[in-house]
């Protein structure tokens, strides 16, 4: 579970500003699970440059609780989360300061956006969050609101941990809950996995990835896999300690990422035959395959630019669809050219997709 936040304060001198707003969204990895949205009273006058930033004034916030009065329902929507804000740092601190300012120790352990995304998203002229939303087609309302600026951090979240190839933000997630939680009953873990089309992560106890699997119905592939009794299944099952999934909303993707995640994690229980690979060309040297995504309105992208595969992708193709350098900006670029190459050629041969467009 991930706390996603913004803060607006008062501004003023280090260590002694006051929020004046907060949103907080508790976000699983795939939806928003919980909300909590508050102007906040701070008790002391708003920097006259805050107001024209963010049009909270100190009007608006009279009759606005007290930080105390919000204090739990913030503790109850964080609990057993990573915070998540677009520079943490800042959003963290204030959030101490005021914990302490009432005698109480709050202390999570944090991601922040804007280095992941320095990570996971390179070349950017800017990673504030306004322009590098703008240049991603990440749709963005209330500009320097909390709960603007924090949905805009969701969608910027979920796009990384799509783009997250090697699972390093789920594995260190993993690492931190090991250190509070009981290990988990299999017939949890099952519980825990929806009836969905996708890949499923099986991690030990170092959130370390030790079974990548798939399926049409990845909660019934687990199912089987927890059931069987051969030896490489009980040393599965025996350091099973946490499943993460992926939906991939169609058949092709569910190759496409399960084949290159293999050789990315390189997971120690899965079997890799070694593949035969097309080595063909494709019919076009430049299109976009687009199917099912995995949400209503979402569709799924491959990009193919000179007979290789470029990347892949979600996104609702509002106006990128013509804009090429937008799309491969949101898309998750792909190492391994001829193994992606080998997978949609052979696919494309045997099925048909939801539309091509060449250009």
């Known amino acids: 579970m991930y706390a996603i936040l913004d803060i607006e304060t008062t501004g003023g001198k280090f260590n002694e500003e006051g929020i004046t707003e907060i949103a907080i969204y508790k976000f699983d990895g795939h939806d928003i699970v919980d909300q909590f949205i508050?102007?906040?009273?701070?008790?002391?006058?708003?920097?006259?440059?805050?107001?024209?930033?963010?049009?909270i004034n100190n009007k608006m916030l009279r009759n606005a609780?007290?930080?105390?009065?919000?204090?739990?329902?913030?503790?109850?929507?964080?609990?057993n989360c990573i915070l998540v804000a677009h520079n943490t740092a800042f959003d963290y601190r204030i959030l101490c300061t005021e914990f302490d300012r009432l005698g109480y120790e709050f202390n999570k352990n944090t991601l922040c956006t804007v280095e992941l995304s320095q990570k996971l998203i390179l070349d950017q002229p800017s990673y504030s969050l306004g322009k590098l939303t703008k240049s991603?087609?990440?749709?963005?309302?209330?500009?320097?609101?909390?709960?603007?600026?924090?949905?805009?951090?969701?969608?910027?979240?979920?796009?990384?941990?799509?783009?997250?190839?090697?699972?390093?933000?789920?594995?260190?997630?993993?690492?931190?809950?090991?250190?509070?939680q009981q290990k988990q009953k299999l017939l949890k873990l099952i519980?825990?996995?929806?009836?969905?089309?996708?890949?499923?992560?099986?991690?030990?106890?170092?959130?370390?990835?030790?079974?990548?699997?798939?399926g049409k119905n990845i909660k019934s592939e687990v199912n089987r896999l927890f059931l069987k009794v051969t030896k490489r299944a009980i040393k599965i099952q025996d350091r099973a300690q946490s499943i993460t999934f992926e939906k991939t909303?169609?058949?092709?993707?569910?190759?496409?990422?399960?084949?290159?995640?293999?050789?990315?994690?390189?997971?120690?229980?899965?079997?890799?035959?070694?593949?035969?690979?097309?080595?063909?060309?494709?019919?076009?040297?430049?299109f976009i395959i687009i199917d099912k995504g995995r949400e209503?309105?979402?569709?799924?992208?491959?990009?193919?630019?000179?007979?290789?595969?470029?990347?892949?992708?979600?996104?609702?193709?509002?106006?990128?669809e013509n804009k090429i350098d937008v799309l491969k900006s949101i898309l998750t670029p792909i190492d391994r050219k001829e193994l992606s190459k080998s997978v949609i050629k052979n696919y494309l041969n045997k099925n048909n997709v939801k539309k091509i467009i060449r250009f």
């Open 191 to 214: 519980d825990e996995i929806p009836s969905v089309e996708g890949l499923f992560y099986i991690h030990d106890t170092h959130g370390k990835v030790i079974y990548l699997g798939r």
């Open 65 to 79: 609780p007290k930080f105390y009065e919000v204090a739990k329902r913030i503790i109850e929507i964080t609990s």
């Open 136 to 180: 991603l087609g990440i749709p963005m309302s209330d500009r320097h609101r909390a709960s603007g600026d924090a949905l805009a951090t969701v969608q910027l979240f979920k796009l990384l941990l799509e783009k997250d190839i090697n699972k390093s933000i789920i594995q260190s997630s993993i690492k931190y809950f090991d250190r509070r």
């Open 296 to 320: 209503i309105e979402e569709h799924a992208i491959i990009l193919v630019e000179n007979n290789e595969v470029f990347g892949y992708g979600y996104t609702n193709l509002g106006y990128q």
């Open 249 to 286: 909303g169609n058949e092709l993707f569910r190759r496409l990422k399960y084949y290159v995640e293999l050789e990315a994690l390189s997971p120690k229980f899965n079997f890799r035959k070694k593949r035969k690979m097309n080595s063909q060309n494709f019919n076009n040297d430049n």
């Open 38 to 55: 508050s102007l906040v009273n701070p008790e002391k006058t708003i920097q006259e440059f805050v107001v024209k930033l963010t049009g």
